[in-house]
Structure formats: C-alpha cells, structure tokens
C-alpha cells in the first residue's frame, strides 16, 4: 500500500457522506462511526466504485472492539487496514494479513514513551498520531519508531497538511470536505 501519492485519506465520519465516493479520485477512505448493520452495504459501494476502506473497528457501533470483532470483521468485510488504539486488535488484524494503523493520541513526553514501546510490542504497518498539527512531534515519532506516519486530528488548512507532511508524515486523514476538494487527485 503507497499513500505517498495521495496527500490526504478522506474520512467518512457520517454515513450521508459514503454517497460522495463517486465524487472523488481517491482509492483510499477511512471510515469511522460505522453502525455494524450499515458496515455491508458500505463496502458493497466501496467495491463498486473501487474504492479501498480502512474501518475504525473501535467506532463501529454495536460490535466490542476486541480479537473476536477484528476477526470477523477482516473474514466477512476484508478492509484494506484496520485502525484502531488496541493491542489486541492491531496484533489479530495483522494476524488475518489486514494493514494495520496504530491510533496513538500523545499528550505529553510520557505518552510518547508509551506509546513508543506499545508501537514495539504490536509492530503495525502504520501509526496514526493525534494530533497532527504538532510538527516537531510527528518528525520525533517518526524517527523515534521508524514507522509510516498518518496525521489526523484538528488539521483543517491547506498549510497544516504540508506542514505536517514535511514533518514527515506519509499522508494525512481528514473529514474537511474543503480538503477533501482541493486534493482530490485527476483521474488518469
């Protein structure tokens, strides 16, 4: 999986927006606040339109967020990656040969320490950090675990999404519709 050449992943927050797929150039969106009785009709739109989700198994409504859930999830529904903050999750989605992104939200220097050794402990694919508007804390994470990246939370402009990836972030997730329109890459 290359993110490099799409500078922001959408999120679908709300399920009105999962009609916007056709919209959009993207290959990748990230869905989150999913209920589990809306979670096939989701990628039965997504694999019309060609589309690759990554689901926030921790925000899907009506499923517990463990090793069982994550095993169902990646047999019946086969996300391109999971994210989530747990453990448990992260090491059985890798497990099933699903992506993984580890949701780490730092708050301060201990929470980096942390979230460094859990990062060792699980080895996703890729790390998720909130929040993504602190530069310095994206490039101290990225050397710090030599992990991909993927800056979310509070990143709203055209300049904090360049700020965060010259920092080094891989991509950036965002639900702003106005970023979503300004990145939207040309169809080939």
């Known amino acids: 999986m290359n993110f490099k050449g799409q500078a922001i992943i959408p999120v679908i927050g709300e399920i009105k927006d999962i009609d916007k797929f056709p919209d959009y150039n993207y290959t990748y969106f990230a869905v989150l606040n999913a209920h589990i009785s809306r979670l096939k009709p989701i990628f039965q739109f997504a694999k019309q339109h060609k589309k690759q989700l990554l689901l926030d198994i921790d925000l899907v409504q009506g499923l517990k967020s463990d090793e069982y859930a994550t095993e169902y999830i990646c047999q019946e529904y ?50 998720e950090l909130l929040p993504g508007v602190v530069p310095k804390i994206i490039r101290q994470f990225s050397q710090q675990t030599n992990k991909e990246i993927i800056a979310s939370g509070f990143i709203e402009t055209v300049e904090e999404v360049q700020q965060a990836i010259d920092a080094g972030a891989t991509t950036i997730t965002t639900s702003s519709k106005e970023l979503w329109d300004y990145y939207n890459p040309t169809s080939d």
């Not at 391109?80 to 999750?89: D, E, R």
């Not at 929470?111 to 694919?125: A, G, W």
């Open 78 to 127: 086969k996300p391109l990656g999971i994210i989530s903050t747990k453990p448990n999750v992260i090491m059985k989605a890798k497990q099933k040969g699903v992506q993984t992104f580890q949701r780490i939200f730092l708050l301060d220097s201990k929470s980096i320490e942390r979230s460094s050794k859990l990062i060792e402990r699980t080895d996703p694919d890729y790390i």
